[in-house]
């Protein structure tokens, strides 16, 4: 991260993929969204299972009604 920061903060980038829009155009960096987009879900889904099984663990509750449960503690 140290390598990448003050050239992506002097190009004034938002994103990891504004360099590859930038240079290789929107269809590319549009196509190279979905393995992030994928990525973030899965890692979502990962911590949802992860707190819902410490709920379910820790709290004696139903592994059924932890995944809810975790869902509703994550997005409030």
């Known amino acids: 991260a140290l390598l990448f ?5 002097k190009a004034q980038y938002v994103t990891m993929l504004d360099p590859f829009q930038q240079r290789y155009g929107a269809k ?5 969204f979905l393995p992030a987009l994928i990525g973030d879900l899965l890692w979502s889904a990962a911590v949802i299972k992860t707190l819902a099984t410490t709920l379910s663990f820790v709290g004696g509750v139903d592994f059924k009604i932890s995944i809810p449960t975790a869902a509703l503690m994550i997005i409030t």
């Open 5 to 9: 920061v003050k050239p992506m903060r």
């Open 28 to 32: 590319l960096g549009g196509l190279l």
